[in-house]
């Protein structure tokens, strides 16, 4: 347990279902990410934070996506009208960044595994 | 962020040394080398880094060339726990540090 924890770990929904994913970082960790990865596959860098501000989306993020971390904690990511192409697993991880800090790690969640029927 | 090479896969028996290679030909001067591991159906989890001396920790070693173009990561004694997906990625850490870009990663089987 790397303390990074994902809601729900498992969600099967019908195409054109909206879905929602929430994550809940490290306490005291200042940035927050989120990415996907398909079967085979290593991660795909979706979107990051720092406190609330999302500071850079992947061209992957297309307009169905949307994040939020309104207080600067936990996040969610929605996906609006799913597709089958977005059955993959959704990682969040979190690491704390600041002045003087020049290297923090990641710490990932378990992620979520999106089926969509 | 700089292109690598990793071999699809390796296989390792348990209490021997695992040496994944990384081929990071293109890494730019301040682009560090980070490695990530994915057991199956966890999280990625960070492993080592470095920048273009030696570095060790408690879970493996990093060997980067004088030229920094490869790098190789040590697991001086492999369990079956070590069976994972190894994931070689430059990055130019810092503060800006941000999206980490994993590539296909080598698949090792530590085996009894």
């Known amino acids: 347990d790397t303390g990074v924890s994902q809601d729900p770990r498992h969600k099967i929904t019908k195409r054109g279902q909206n879905v929602t994913f929430r994550c809940d970082p490290i306490?005291?960790?200042?940035?927050l990410y989120w990415y996907r990865q398909t079967l085979g596959q290593g991660p795909e860098f979706l979107t990051y934070?720092?406190?609330?501000?999302?500071?850079?989306k992947s061209r992957l993020l297309s307009d169905r996506f949307s994040a939020e971390r309104p207080k600067g904690s936990f996040s969610t990511l929605e996906i609006q009208r799913t597709e089958q192409g977005d059955s993959a697993m959704y990682l969040c991880?979190?690491?704390?960044?600041?002045?003087?800090?020049?290297?923090?790690?990641?710490?990932f969640g378990p992620g979520t595994r999106l089926t969509v029927t | 962020d700089a292109k690598t090479t990793q071999p699809p896969s390796m296989d390792c028996a348990e209490g021997r040394a695992a040496n994944l290679p990384c081929n990071h030909s293109?890494?730019?001067?301040?682009?560090?080398v980070y490695w990530y591991r994915q057991i199956h159906s966890q999280g990625p989890q960070y492993i080592i880094h470095?920048?273009?001396n030696n570095e060790t920790n408690e879970m493996a070693s990093l060997i980067i060339t004088e030229d920094r173009k490869s790098s190789t990561l040590i697991l001086p004694h492999a369990t079956l726990r070590d069976t994972a997906v190894y994931y070689c990625?430059?990055?130019?850490?810092?503060?800006?540090?941000?999206?980490?870009?994993f590539g296909q990663g080598t698949i090792l089987t530590v085996h009894p």
């Open positions: 991880a979190s690491s704390l960044v600041g002045i003087g800090k020049s290297f923090r790690e990641q710490y």
């Open positions: 306490s005291e960790h200042n940035r």
């Open positions: 934070f720092q406190n609330e501000a999302q500071l850079e």
């Open positions: 293109t890494i730019s001067g301040n682009e560090y």
């Open positions: 470095g920048l273009k």
């Open positions: 990625i430059p990055n130019a850490g810092g503060t800006s540090y941000g999206k980490l870009t």
